[in-house]
């Protein structure tokens, strides 16, 4: 599978997903960090890539997403935009929406 497949895979298997600079437990950069740390405080699951070791990526998902710069968002197949976009969202209310509506639900 070449790069481009295999981050399209990445997007349309994981409702949520953040590519990153690091881990959210680590982050290896401070706009990372923000994004990450919005991202976990709204209390859903995510995934996310750390760019830092997969330099196929890092190289390639900006010309994928048409967005130069990381950390990026995607959920639902969408890309929602990077750490002030994130932040913005976060601080209006509504990125807790926007990822509640795409994580997976519970069973009840």
């Known amino acids: 599978m070449d790069i481009m497949e295999t981050i399209k895979s990445q997007i349309e298997e ?3 997903i953040l ?3 690091g881990s959210p437990s680590a982050p290896q950069c401070g706009f990372s960090m923000r994004a990450s740390q919005a991202l976990m405080e ?3 699951r995510f ?3 750390d760019i830092l070791s997969n330099p196929e990526i890092r190289t390639n998902l900006p010309t994928y ?3 130069p710069t990381f950390p990026q968002l995607w959920v ?3 890309l929602i ?3 002030d976009i994130i932040t913005e969202m976060h601080e209006k209310g509504e990125l807790k ?3 509640d509506e795409a994580a997976p639900q519970a069973a009840e």
Do not use: D, F, T
């Open 19 to 21: 590519y990153m600079k």
């Open 42 to 44: 709204c209390g859903q």
């Open 97 to 99: 929406s926007l990822v």
């Open 47 to 49: 995934a996310y890539v």
């Open 14 to 16: 994981n409702p949520i």
């Open 65 to 67: 997403a048409n967005w």
């Open 81 to 83: 935009g990077g750490c």
């Open 76 to 78: 639902k197949g969408e």
